[in-house]
C-alpha cells in the first residue's frame, strides 16, 4: 500500500499497537563519510536547484508554484497562497541551511515544477531535546502528480539533512501516512461570516437568518485585558522565560531560545502577530498570544478572490484567563480585517474553541516524526507543536 513510506524509518501500520518496540530514534546516525554524496537521480529532463530564497526572482519562482499548485481542501475551493514576506520567514531562522531549500527544474525551459524545504529546530519529544528538520512546502506541479517524484524529492532533502549531522524530524500533512504522533481537528471561528458564507467557506446554519449570523459573532471594538499589547524588541527575553515554562508541560514542543523567539514571534506585518499582557502595576508579563497570517485563494468566486486567514500559533496564559485573553485575540483580528480564525485542538486550545464559537472544520492535520518512535499515539493536547 504505502511503497515507498514503508521503506522508511518511521512507525509502521503493522507495529501499531506493539508496545515492546522502545521509544525514540529507529535507525541510528552513520558516519558523514558514509552520506551519499551525489544528489538522488531525478527522471530524465528534469534537474535540482537549490533556492536563494533571498533572491527576489527565485522567491517569486517558489511563491508562484505554491500559489498554484500546493494545498487545497477537499473540494477544491479554496488554496494555501502564502505570502513571499511569510516565506522569506518561514524559511531563513536561526542557523537556517540554503541547501535545504531544494527546487526541480525542467532542463530545457528552466521552469521551477517542484518543491521542498527544511529548517534546523529543536524539538523536545518528553525528556529528550533533539535536533530536527521541519519539513514544509513539499509541492508537486499539478501536471507532473503521480509520476513517484514526491518520494525521490523526500529521499534528497533526507540526504541534505544527513549532511548536517541532523537525523530526526517533524513534518505534519493533511494525509494519513505511516504513521501520525497525533491527529488534530481544524476549528474555524468566523470573523466576517457574511463573506465566508458567500464563498461558501461556511454555511447559514439552520433556522438561521444572515443578519441573526452577523449578530452572533459580533465583537467589540476593543480588547478587555488591562495591559493588552503589542510584542515588542525588549519583550523578547520575558516572552522567551514565558513560553519555555509553558511549553514544559506538553509531550512534544519546540526549545525555544531567545534567538528563536525573536525570529519566531516578533510581530512582523501580514506574516505574524503576537500581543501579551503587561501588568500595569508591575510590568511583568503574565500572558501571550499569537497567530501567523495564512490567505488562502478563492478559486472560482465572482466577488472575492482572497480570504484573509489567522492561525493561532503559541498562546500562554498564566494569569488572564485563555478565554479572555483569545477573546482579545480574536478582536485584534478582526480590527486588522481578518476573515477567519482558525486553531488546532492542540495545547489547551480545547478550552476556548467551544465557548469563543469557533467550530470544527473539514479538515484534520495529522502530526508525523521521521526516525523517532512514539510508543502510542498522543492526544492532541499533548501536543505543543504548532508547524506552518
Ligand atoms: S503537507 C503538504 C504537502 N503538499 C501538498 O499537499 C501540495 C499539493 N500536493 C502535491 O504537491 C506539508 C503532491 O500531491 C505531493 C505528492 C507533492 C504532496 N507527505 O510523487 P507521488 C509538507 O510539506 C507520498 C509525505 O507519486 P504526488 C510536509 C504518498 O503517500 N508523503 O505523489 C511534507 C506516496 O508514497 P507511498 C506524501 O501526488 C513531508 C508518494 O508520496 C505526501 O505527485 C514530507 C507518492 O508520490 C505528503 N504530504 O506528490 C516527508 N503526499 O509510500 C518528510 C503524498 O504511500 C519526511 N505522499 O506510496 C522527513 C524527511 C527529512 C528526514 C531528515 C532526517
Ligand atoms: C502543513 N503545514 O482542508 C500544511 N482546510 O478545516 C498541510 N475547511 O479550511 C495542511 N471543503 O471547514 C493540510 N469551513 C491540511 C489542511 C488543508 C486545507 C483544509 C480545512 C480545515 C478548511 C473549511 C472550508 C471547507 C470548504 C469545503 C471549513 C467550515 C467553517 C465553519 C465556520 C462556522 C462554524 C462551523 C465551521
Known amino acids: 500500500k504505502h511503497k515507498f513510506w514503508e521503506t522508511q524509518p518511521v512507525g509502521q501500520f503493522k507495529d501499531l499497537g506493539d508496545n515492546s518496540l522502545p521509544e525514540g530514534s529507529i535507525e541510528d546516525p552513520i558516519l558523514l563519510s558514509e552520506v551519499k554524496q551525489e544528489p538522488y537521480k531525478l527522471p530524465n529532463l528534469y534537474e535540482w536547484t537549490t533556492c536563494d530564497i533571498d533572491s527576489e526572482e527565485m522567491c517569486t519562482e517558489v511563491y508562484n508554484l505554491l500559489t498554484n499548485n500546493y494545498v487545497e481542501d477537499d473540494e477544491n475551493m479554496f488554496r494555501f497562497n502564502y505570502s513571499k514576506e511569510f516565506l522569506r520567514w518561514a524559511l531563513r531562522p536561526p542557523g537556517y541551511f540554503r541547501s535545504w531549500h531544494i527546487g526541480v527544474r525542467v532542463i530545457s525551459s528552466k521552469k521551477l515544477v517542484a518543491f521542498i524545504t527544511g529548517v534546523p529546530s529543536r524539538i523536545r519529544v518528553r525528556n529528550d531535546v533533539v535536533i530536527m528538520a521541519e519539513i514544509n512546502f513539499l509541492c508537486v506541479h499539478k501536471k507532473l502528480r503521480s509520476k513517484r517524484l514526491a518520494p525521490v524529492m523526500i529521499k534528497e532533502v533526507t540526504r541534505r539533512v544527513h549532511l548536517e549531522n541532523i537525523w530526526q524530524a517533524a513534518y505534519t500533512a493533511g494525509v494519513v501516512l505511516p504513521t501520525p504522533i497525533s491527529t488534530c481537528q481544524y476549528w474555524h471561528r468566523s470573523l466576517n461570516p457574511k463573506k465566508l458564507i458567500d464563498v461558501g467557506f461556511s454555511r447559514l ?138 486553531a488546532l485542538d492542540v495545547m489547551q486550545n480545547e478550552s476556548f474553541l467551544k465557548e469563543l464559537k469557533f467550530g470544527p472544520g473539514d479538515g484534520k492535520l495529522h502530526y508525523y516524526l521521521y526516525n523517532y518512535r512514539i510508543r502510542s499515539a498522543l492526544r492532541p493536547s499533548e501536543l505543543g507543536l504548532v508547524l506552518l
Open 205 to 342: 446554519g439552520a433556522r438561521m437568518t444572515m443578519s441573526r449570523t452577523i449578530k452572533l459573532y459580533k465583537l467589540p471594538e476593543s480588547t478587555v485585558t488591562p495591559g493588552f499589547r503589542k510584542m515588542e524588541l525588549h519583550d523578547v527575553p520575558a516572552v522567551t522565560r514565558l513560553l519555555r515554562d509553558y511549553l514544559s508541560q506538553f509531550v512534544v514542543a519546540p526549545d525555544l531560545d531567545e534567538n528563536d523567539v525573536e525570529h519566531w514571534l516578533l510581530p512582523k506585518e501580514n506574516v505574524v502577530n503576537s500581543y501579551l499582557v503587561e501588568s500595569p502595576e508591575t510590568h511583568v508579563i503574565t500572558d501571550f498570544c499569537s497567530f501567523y497570517t495564512l490567505p488562502s485563494t478563492i478559486l472560482g468566486n465572482q466577488n472575492y478572490s482572497s480570504l484573509k486567514a489567522a492561525y493561532s500559533y503559541y498562546n500562554v496564559s498564566t494569569k488572564t484567563p485563555l478565554l479572555q485573553l483569545m477573546n482579545d485575540a480574536l478582536i485584534v483580528a478582526k480590527r486588522n480585517d481578518y476573515d477567519v480564525f482558525n
